[in-house]
């Protein structure tokens, strides 16, 4: 298996990727292209617009590429999702996508015109206490599908997001169909005022009031709230989805963190 990786929204570090072609070649068992774009720097970005647009409809256009690995999250690949999913090459649509976090928009896109995506581990995720095993998970599951890369406890069709994510782009061009989905969230580095207001604002849906059931990942680097909020956040989930009618289902093992496992977007692999 040939796996392109491209950088959307912010630039992959060099010992990352160096650590990932390390394990790759220990496998054996696929091949990695790291396209030079990640490395660039364009202020918060890994290049500018146009570049990291041209890098990505390069890797989907590229026929010998199977699958698309995003390099790693950050913010900006809303900037590019509308145009890299315009008039889609015929090669974009046998491959699969993965990432996580700000790929999120990606994702949902790419799931919307039909191509077969997940949320899983990135590269730039082997910086990461444990982040081998992460690599491993997420390659295991592109090269082999492996089963034990999977959520545990997943309803099919299943999606997952990052919520700040998720509330950008509900409205959008990019907001897939979630009647019926097994909707898995999770969230990093906001105060719990903001969760609590971003799952009035995602709970408040036609589209996700449509879900079979929402679980909540991990939620961490809680920023503080002064004063300190009221409730925790799975409480604050909780309390959102019984307030929209929505069935509040277990924990979920997804997160910013070197334990996110794998959540193919539909039921094909399940």
């Known amino acids: 298996m040939r796996i392109a990786v491209v950088a959307p929204s912010c630039t992959l570090k060099r010992e990352a990727a160096e650590g990932v072609q390390r394990i790759v070649a220990e496998r054996g068992d696929c091949e990695l292209l790291i396209h030079p774009q990640c490395f660039l720097s364009h202020g918060h970005f890994a290049g500018p617009d146009a570049l990291r647009l041209a890098a990505f409809r390069e890797v989907m256009a590229d026929p010998s590429v199977d699958a698309v690995w995003f390099a ?5 690949s809303n900037r590019i999702a509308e145009e890299a ?4 090459p015929g090669a974009a649509l046998g491959k699969i996508y993965m990432g996580y976090s ?9 799931h919307k015109a039909g191509i077969e995506v997940a949320w899983g581990p990135m590269p730039q995720d082997i910086l990461r206490s444990g982040g081998e095993a ?4 997420a390659l295991d599951w592109l090269v082999r ?6 959520e545990p406890d997943l309803e099919q069709p299943a999606m997952a997001f990052n919520l700040t994510v998720l509330s950008n782009l509900l409205g959008t061009s990019l907001e897939p169909d979630l009647a019926g989905v097994d909707l898995l969230i999770e969230d990093v580095s906001e105060q719990l005022y903001r969760i609590d207001r971003t799952m009035f604002h995602v709970t408040a849906s036609s589209n996700v009031r449509g879900v079979s059931r929402i679980r909540l990942g991990r939620v961490s680097d809680i920023l503080v709230n002064d004063p300190e909020f009221a409730a925790d956040e799975t409480a604050i989930v909780e309390e959102w989805c019984a307030r929209s009618g929505i069935r ?10 070197a334990r996110n496992k794998v959540v ?7």
């Open 145 to 150: 599908r492996a089963p034990s890369s999977l």
């Open 72 to 76: 790693r999250g950050g913010y900006g």
């Open 248 to 257: 509040f289902g277990r924990l979920a093992d997804i997160g910013h963190d």
């Open 264 to 270: 193919p977007f539909g039921g094909k692999y399940r």
């Open 102 to 110: 700000d790929a999120g928009f990606l994702l949902a896109g790419l």
């Open 134 to 137: 992460a690599v491993t998970r």
């Open 85 to 88: 999913l315009a008039d889609l």
